[in-house]
């Protein structure tokens, strides 16, 4: 099993940043972000796989950069230039296995989810 816990959501205005953490219990080889807006559903934002792949989303490629530190079982995602579009429950994931390229901002593609943390980014 594996345990994430996200922090760094909030309220900012358009333009604005945030930096939001995922702290994992154990290292897991495939991470990612995934956001939901309410009446939508949950989609990738972007992904790390342990050879150092990272797709993003075309809606946030430019202004979201993702990372992780090994040492300290954490998943970053730095998103600058927010939008209210923007506006999210962000969600981190995690398999427990090497994923293939194309499954990477795939929600059925994760074993383990966090529990979320909003982002509001207001106009």
């Known amino acids: 099993q594996v345990q994430l816990v996200e922090s760094g959501g909030g309220s900012v205005q358009t333009g604005g940043s945030l930096r939001l953490s995922c702290a994992a219990s154990?290292?897991?080889?495939?991470m990612g972000w995934f956001r939901q807006a309410p009446g939508m559903e949950r989609e990738g934002v972007a992904a790390?796989?342990?050879?150092?792949?990272?797709p993003y989303a075309d809606s946030v490629k430019g202004r979201f950069t993702i990372s992780r530190d090994d040492a300290k079982n954490t998943l970053y995602l730095q998103m600058n230039s927010l939008k209210p579009e923007d506006t999210a429950m962000y969600y981190c994931?995690?398999?427990?296995?090497?994923?293939?390229?194309?499954?990477?901002?795939?929600?059925?593609?994760?074993?383990?989810w966090g529990q979320g943390t909003q982002v509001t980014v207001s106009s």
């Open positions: 994931a995690a398999r427990d296995s090497f994923a293939s390229y194309f499954e990477l901002l795939e929600e059925q593609t994760y074993n383990y």
């Open positions: 154990k290292y897991t080889p495939t």
């Open positions: 790390v796989r342990a050879d150092g792949t990272k």
